[in-house]
């Protein structure tokens, strides 16, 4: 098996680093090696979040390299455009379809990007979700990282129970069973790339 590269992106907040402890939970329960590499930019500050995910037989280094990520998720559509350069030209990008302005948006020295997913849907295959809204509806909005795992779970080559499994021995023990309705919720999701 060739190594398998994922990308987890988003702003400080949102769940990235604990998408990335159920991504390498799955992939070691199912025998391969993972490496898993976090970069934080000012996490606390609304600042980038990069999760670096690699598997396969024997993988030496976690870091991604530019154009090699089979799937990009995005948990936030800015940081999508800001990473989507290591997308692999068959790679698919999954976003979440939510807007946080970083600091200088904030302060007025930049302006926030139009149009951003429909710019990226000309050169990329782009699953959109609005997973803000369907963790919502489940009633915590919290959830809404593990909604946008489910979605990612169909283009990996691990059974939904599986996944449940690893959900449940991850998070922590009061939000098993909205983290597991969550992941239902994208992983049902009819989406086309």
Known sequence: MNTKNIMIVGVG????LLTSRILGGIIMQAGFDV???EVHGMAQRGG??????RYGEKVFEPIVEIGQADVLIAFEKL???RYVHYLKKDGVLIVNDQRIDPM???IGAATYPENIIEDLEKDYKVLKVDAVSEAKKLGNIKAFNTIILGVAAKHMSFTKDEWLNVIEHTVPEKTIEINKKAFEIGYQLHMVA
């Open 13 to 16: 907040g949102q769940g990235t």
């Open 35 to 37: 490496k898993l590499s």
């Open 48 to 53: 980038s979040v990069v999760t670096y995910v």
């Open 79 to 81: 940081e999508a455009l």
């Open 104 to 106: 200088p948006v904030v």
